[in-house]
Every structure is written in C-alpha cells, then in structure tokens.
C-alpha cells in the first residue's frame, strides 16, 4: 500500500491561518507559530467583542435619553418610569433616534411621561 502523507493538507492549514493573519505586524503573519497564537487570540477578542458592542451601544443610547430628558427637565429615570406608567413601549434604541431626529416627537413623549407619574 502507498504510503499517505499530509504535506497537502499541513500546508493548507497554514496557508489559511497565514491568511487570516495577514496585516499583522512583523513575525505574527510571516511564522506560523506565532500567526497561530495570533489568530486564536484575535478570535478570542472579536468574541468578547460582539457582546461588548451590545452594552456599549444601549449606553450610548440612554445617555443620548438622558440628555434629551435634561433639555425637557426631567431626568432619565423618572421619564423611563413615567413611559411605563403611560403604558408607552419604546426601546432604548427607538427613543435615542427620536431624541436626536425629531424633538417635537420627544418632548410629547416626556409630557405624557410628567403626566403619568
């Protein structure tokens, strides 16, 4: 029986890690070792990454609340409370775009907040 052996296969595992470590500085996307360990972590840091974006942007969106809230003088829990006493069902997302596109719209929403709480 011929004998087998993975040279063809070994060298595309490379082939692919040196790929995705292509544009990383000096040694990390020229050796294999190292692009290796490089790979991996950049893996590990994209996955902590896509959850960091999710916390990251509902912050982004309840300051962008709370400044609108303050421009109508009220802060940003009581105006939350108060749209939930109003039986009123925005998401965070929804009302920071309302806050920054259209005032009018947001001013009416924190004077049905006032009046509910």
Same mark, same amino acid.
Do not use: H, P
């Given at each position: 029986?011929?004998?087998?052996?993975? #040279?063809? #296969?070994?060298?595309?595992?490379? !082939?692919?890690?040196?790929?995705?470590?292509?544009?990383?500085?000096?040694?990390?996307?020229?050796? %294999?070792?190292?692009?290796?360990?490089?790979?991996?972590?950049?893996?590990?840091?994209?996955?902590?990454?896509?959850?960091?974006?999710?916390?990251?942007?509902?912050? /982004?969106?309840?300051?962008?609340?709370? +400044?609108?809230?303050?421009? !109508?003088?009220? !802060?940003?829990?009581?105006?939350?409370?108060? /749209?939930?006493? #109003?039986?009123?069902?925005?998401?965070?997302?929804? /009302?920071?775009?309302? +806050?920054? !596109?259209? #005032?009018?719209? %947001?001013?009416?929403?924190?004077?049905? +907040?006032?009046?509910?709480?």
């Amino acid at each position: 029986m011929a004998r087998v052996k993975g #040279a063809l #296969a070994t060298r595309k595992r490379r !082939n692919k890690v040196l790929k995705l470590a292509k544009g990383y500085w000096g040694g990390k996307s020229r050796l %294999f070792k190292t692009a290796k360990e490089a790979v991996y972590k950049s893996g590990q840091y994209a996955y902590i990454s896509r959850r960091l974006k999710k916390r990251d942007f509902r912050r /982004l969106w309840i300051t962008r609340i709370s +400044a609108a809230c303050k421009s !109508n003088g009220m !802060n940003y829990s009581t105006f939350i409370n108060g /749209l939930k006493k #109003a039986d009123i069902s925005l998401n965070r997302k929804m /009302l920071s775009e309302i +806050a920054i !596109n259209d #005032a009018a719209g %947001f001013t009416t929403l924190c004077e049905k +907040a006032k009046a509910a709480v």
